[in-house]
């Protein structure tokens, strides 16, 4: 009663044959993208302006000086300007995973490289040492400030952790969304020659092209706005 479907044209299958793995790439690509998975692998440096707004923040709160320690025991800030740089062995002890936290005395400053008399704990997140902060005066009176201190500076990471991983995941959605848009303008170009092949017969496929092309003109557009704006908001 029917007739036999007969093989697709050259024509179609052209046009629609990337079709499939096209939005299976694009699919998974988003789903990476919106997980997070890439940004949350990287492991978290303290930055230097960090390092000094802690610092100046102490400072003012309490009137005691601080110093922030990284890897190797090197003081990335300090109020005292003259000690970043240098190697504080008490900070150098706790990067290493040798101790958590080390109270200076006043003797033990004699011995122990570029130290004060102070307290020094930990900065921990996800069990990576992300530095140390160490409050300069008598370790007794100083311990509860820089454990207060601790508590905030891990707060401050947290959140600054958060707003970079926020950034990544709109910045590799443009990304993704400006390589779909590109992809779009290709195939759209391919539908042109086939539907000019085809004549009358490709007719409706110049629509759907047309169509085609001029979203992906409306996509660059916006990522476009967006960079206006960003550039804009950074200014």
């Not at 044209?9 to 690509?29: H, K, W």
């Not at 040798?98 to 900065?123: F, L, Q, S």
């Amino acid at each position: 009663m029917f007739a036999t479907p007969g093989p697709p044209s050259q024509g179609l299958g052209l046009l629609y044959t990337p079709s499939r793995p096209f939005i299976d790439e694009i699919s998974n690509a988003l789903h990476t993208v919106i997980s997070g998975e890439d940004t949350l692998k990287s492991a978290y440096t303290i930055k230097p302006e960090l390092a000094r707004k802690i610092v100046s923040d102490i400072k003012t709160v309490s009137g005691a000086d601080a110093n922030v320690i990284i890897q190797d025991g090197v003081i990335l800030a300090s109020y005292d300007h003259a000690r970043i740089g240098t190697i504080h062995e008490g900070g150098r002890r706790i990067m290493n995973g040798e101790v958590d936290e080390i109270a200076i005395t006043p003797e033990m400053a004699t011995t122990m490289k570029g130290t004060r008399p102070g307290y020094n704990g930990v900065i921990k997140l996800n069990g990576q040492r992300i530095a140390v902060i160490g409050i300069a005066g008598d370790p007794q009176i100083v311990k509860p400030l820089q454990k207060m201190a601790e508590i905030a500076v891990k707060e401050e990471i947290q959140r600054e952790i958060e707003t970079e991983r926020e950034r990544q995941i709109v910045r590799d959605m443009e990304n993704q969304i400006i390589d779909i848009a590109e992809r779009m303008k290709v195939l759209s170009l391919n539908g042109s020659i086939q539907a000019a092949k085809l004549g009358d017969k490709g007719r409706s496929f110049k629509i759907v092209v047309a169509e085609m092309r001029k979203l992906a003109e409306q996509i660059n557009e916006i990522i476009a706005g967006i960079d206006r704006n960003r550039a804009h908001q950074s200014d």
